[in-house]
């Protein structure tokens, strides 16, 4: 297994365009988070998945964001109608449900124009 | 709101010196916590996961402490080198959930 994947890996798009970005979590794991990040900042959480349920979201998560995880395996993290304020590091994270490690992909560095 | 502070927010050392990087939290309800390490415009590696229940836990040169009560922890890396070089992130997970809260990390230099 060759840990948390993410695609693309960076993303220009324009204002107003919508974008989608993939995580693949590590196979065995059954919990998938996304993480925003901007510059000079720590991750700010966004949401979580336990399988194919969508448990938790956090207030960042606005009515333009949608994350689905379809059969409890990658997950999708769309934006629509994207503004300059969205540009930011787009981080995906997988564990095992109970007290273990959240293993991060590489991100997807998202840049609105 | 939990809130994660490290200080400092920057730190240079010359190559083979042992350093300590310090790592606070508001809300001494925690989980656990995680210390990360980051390279610039990468994502993250984990290195030391410490439960609430422990004191401490090692990896290699990597030492990193918990004192919940005071709501503090700290990584000590000994021996440091210039691959050390990158920003440490502290996480806490708090009791009862299971999102992390992340510090704004602290970026080291290690000086050849």
């Known amino acids: 297994d060759t840990g948390v994947s993410q695609n693309p890996r960076h993303k220009i798009t324009k204002r107003g365009q919508n974008v989608t970005f993939r995580c693949d979590p590590i196979s065995e794991h059954n919990r998938l988070y996304w993480y925003r990040q901007t510059l000079g900042q720590g991750p700010e959480f966004l949401t979580y998945?336990?399988?194919?349920?969508?448990?938790?979201k956090s207030r960042l998560l606005s009515d333009r964001f949608s994350a689905e995880r379809p059969k409890g395996s990658f997950s999708t993290l769309e934006i629509q109608r994207t503004e300059q304020g969205d540009s930011a590091m787009y981080l995906c994270a997988s564990s095992l449900v109970g007290p273990h490690e959240q293993y991060f992909g590489p991100g997807t560095r998202l840049t609105v124009t | 709101k939990q809130e994660v502070t490290q200080i400092p927010a920057a730190l240079s050392v010359p190559e083979g010196e042992n350093l300590v990087l310090n790592c606070s939290f508001t809300?001494?309800?925690?989980?656990?916590l995680q210390w990360f390490r980051q390279d610039p415009g990468k994502g993250l590696t984990s290195l030391l996961l410490?439960?609430?229940?422990?004191r401490e836990q090692t990896s290699g040169r990597l030492n990193a402490s918990l004192d919940k009560s005071s709501g503090r922890s700290t990584l000590y890396i000994a021996a440091s080198q210039p691959g050390d070089s990158a920003t440490y992130l502290c996480?806490?997970?708090?009791?009862?959930?299971?999102?992390?809260?992340f510090g704004t990390g602290t970026r080291l230099t290690v000086i050849p």
């Open positions: 998945f336990q399988n194919e349920a969508q448990l938790e």
């Open positions: 809300d001494s309800a925690i989980y656990n």
């Open positions: 410490i439960q609430s229940s422990q």
């Open positions: 996480a806490v997970r708090e009791a009862g959930a299971n999102n992390l809260f």
